[in-house]
């Protein structure tokens, strides 16, 4: 079955913890992105990755870090998390460049720094 | 820039109504794709629709429809006969041209759709 898995679904931390989430797509799909919701904003894209090894900042890339070592990975990782990175996160891919295909998305991380 | 409103903050209806949701999008790229995702109270999102720039045909899906107008730059949609199961947040996103290096999915903030019985 075609999808995109991430984990945790929930996860609780505290300030300045570092943490990691987890992305994998089981399509060979060469984009990737992380995306975050938040009431009222929508959804705004944090990372992208046209392909390994090839990242870039989206609109609000500031607290976190990716990277794209293998094809069918992309991990969220926040170094020292703070409060206003409590928000709801999907990771996304898509075929080619871009989400001009359908992007599929994972379940979603709902993180909480307290 | 890429950009794309949802006026509707939040809609109610009964059962049965029909609701239209309304997206308006902003883009300068002449190749471009529009979508519609639901993300119903557990929280995932799931595709409905997608179309692109050269396609303007309305669409029809059971109780769903789209209606894509350029002229107006918009992708509204309707639920005919609406469901307390059609509760949810709706969102409208515009994905621009990947030539032009606007590949990012932009989302609009989302209509909160609640049927009533």
């Known amino acids: 079955e075609a999808q995109v898995t991430q984990n945790p679904r929930y996860l609780i931390t505290v300030t300045g913890k570092k943490l990691t989430v987890t992305c994998s797509q089981n399509?060979?799909?060469?984009?990737m992105s992380w995306y975050r919701q938040d009431p009222g904003l929508g959804l705004r894209q944090i990372y992208y990755?046209?392909?390994?090894?090839?990242?870039d900042k989206g609109d609000v890339p500031e607290g976190y870090k990716v990277s794209r070592k293998e094809k069918r990975n992309f991990p969220l990782i926040l170094e020292s998390p703070s409060p206003n990175q409590t928000s709801l996160y999907f990771c996304?891919?898509?075929?080619?460049?871009?989400?001009?295909?359908?992007?599929?998305f994972g379940q979603g991380t709902r993180l909480t720094v307290v | 820039a890429q950009k794309v409103t949802q006026a509707q903050t939040e809609i109610s209806v009964v059962e049965k109504e029909d609701v239209t949701l309304d997206c308006v999008y902003e883009t300068r790229d002449t190749t471009y794709y529009l979508f519609w995702y639901k993300q119903p109270p557990s929280g995932e999102l799931v595709f409905l629709i997608r179309?692109?720039?050269?396609?303007?045909q309305n669409e029809i899906s059971g109780r769903y429809s789209w209606n894509f107008q350029k002229s107006t730059s918009s992708f509204n949609f309707t639920i005919t006969a609406s469901q307390v199961v059609d509760s949810a947040v709706y969102f409208c996103?515009?994905?621009?041209?990947?030539?032009?290096?606007?590949?990012?999915?932009?989302f609009g903030k989302g209509t909160k759709l609640t049927v009533n019985p």
């Open positions: 179309r692109n720039s050269f396609d303007e």
């Open positions: 399509m060979n799909h060469e984009y």
């Open positions: 990755s046209m392909n390994v090894e090839v990242t």
């Open positions: 996103a515009l994905s621009g041209d990947p030539q032009g290096g606007s590949e990012k999915l932009v």
């Open positions: 996304a891919s898509s075929l080619i460049g871009g989400h001009g295909t359908e992007a599929f």
